[in-house]
């Protein structure tokens, strides 16, 4: 048992081993570019090692079928190999040199290629892969290369075709290695090209996924899918009745300069990161935040039943956090809480650092309740109220005056009220 034990480690580290190795040699000649560009001379790289391990193997299988026959061929192979080795080399002079070696050392032995075992070698198939292969080798920004390489590919192709006939006294054994050849040369051509096609597309379905994440990180589901439909589309709506959430840190500035800005924005980020969590699990949705402030809406974009519920057990959940927090920590933080209900606008603005917002008159009146409470406490407006009704319990406070809202009643919102106990009979 433990020399299976052993094996298996013995197995793993080799194979940790391999792969450091495989990531280093991907790597090679691509530092001090930015990412997008190493990520392109990695592929280079590998691309390379396949093509030097490929051409090597062709090189072995010639010397040993007739060494004195094609030794022209064995040393053109061996040249080749050496050459694209270099590339990850040549990436240190700029990030195109690599790929300009790679397809002149190409070229070169293409046309060798084909002048040695005729056009029916199959060796100048592989000058159509310059119709996909440059894309991935010099990227699509270098769009006057690409052309270049593409029409000096097709230019070789027929020169190549038209220049090096087949003999018409081949014997039985030449033609032999000939079709052997021409196979090797359109399997090659055909994998190079759909790999090429097949990276092209990933890439296109990476930057796809990641504008995604990002989008669905900034706005709301539905309103991406609307925005993706039609990205020159308006968004804005209005509902009846929606629920607004803000909280607010007390005496932030003063623990902040306590803390100083790296301990302030981890201390920050920690919080909302918890409260994005605790957004996500009663499904509403969080709006933005504001320095210390954090924003939530409930009932739209997706208007639901039991919105302000939702909303109202969000709010006990981050005084939970809160506590938490100050369980596990040296110091004591307090958030105070305001919600309000009513009618409310929705949309999207902006066209780059675009963002969903609300507007109303609950917004207003929960930024104001929020200042109006106390810490460790939510308050909350008559409408509100109304909506959770029976669902939780409360504690009255007196008139208050809101700017710009003039008086507004509201209560201290405290647990959910439990439901009956049931007795036996």
Not at 90 to 100: K, T, V
Not at 107 to 133: D, K, V
């Amino acid at each position: 048992m433990f020399e299976r034990l052993g094996a298996r480690q013995h197995i793993c580290t080799a194979t940790r081993k391999v792969r450091e190795l495989g990531r280093t040699l991907a790597a090679a000649g691509t530092a001090g570019y930015p990412p997008d560009v190493r990520r392109r001379l990695k592929i280079l790289n590998v691309m390379c090692y396949l093509i030097a391990t490929t051409t090597l193997i062709y090189a072995a299988q010639q010397a040993l079928s007739d060494y004195q026959a094609h030794a022209p061929m064995v040393w053109v192979n061996v040249m080749l190999a050496a050459a694209v080795l270099m590339v990850p080399l040549a990436h240190r002079i700029s990030e195109i040199s690599g790929g300009l070696l790679l397809v002149g050392a190409e070229y070169a032995a293409l046309l060798a290629f084909t002048q040695f075992f005729s056009r029916e070698g199959g060796a100048s198939l592989q000058y159509i892969i310059a119709a996909a292969a440059p894309f991935v080798i010099f990227g699509l920004q270098r769009i006057r290369l690409i052309a270049l390489v593409v029409i000096a590919g097709l230019a070789l192709h027929l020169f190549a075709w038209f220049r090096f006939p087949a003999p018409t006294d081949l014997t039985a054994t030449e033609r032999s290695v000939i079709d052997a050849n021409y196979a090797q040369a359109a399997i090659t051509t055909v994998s190079l090209i759909a790999a090429s096609v097949y990276y092209a597309f990933h890439l296109a379905e990476q930057a796809k996924a990641e504008t995604d994440a990002v989008l669905h990180n900034v706005l709301p589901d539905v309103i991406v899918e609307r925005l993706k439909a039609d990205p020159n589309t308006l968004i804005a709506d209005n509902y009846e009745c929606g629920s607004v959430l803000f909280a607010d840190i007390s005496g932030f500035v003063g623990i902040a300069r306590r803390l100083g800005a790296a301990a302030t924005v981890d201390l920050l980020s920690r919080i909302v990161t918890e409260f994005d969590s605790l957004a996500t699990q009663h499904g509403v949705e969080k709006i933005k935040t504001i320095g210390d402030a954090y924003m939530v809406a409930s009932g739209l974009p997706v208007q639901s039943d039991g919105h302000t519920v939702k909303l109202a057990r969000m709010a006990h959940d981050m005084l939970a956090a809160i506590e938490r927090h100050n369980a596990a920590s040296d110091f004591a933080i307090g958030i105070r809480i305001g919600i309000a209900s009513g009618p409310v606008t929705a949309g999207v603005i902006g066209k780059r650092k675009f963002s969903y917002d609300v507007w109303g008159d609950p917004v207003n009146l929960a930024n104001r309740l929020e200042a109006r409470s106390q810490t460790g406490r939510i308050l909350i407006c008559p409408r509100t109220h109304e909506l959770l009704g029976n669902a939780f319990q409360y504690e009255a406070c007196r008139p208050m005056e809101i700017k710009g809202l003039g008086t507004q009643e509201a209560w201290f919102l405290l647990g959910e009220t439990l439901p009956p106990a049931k007795h036996p009979i």
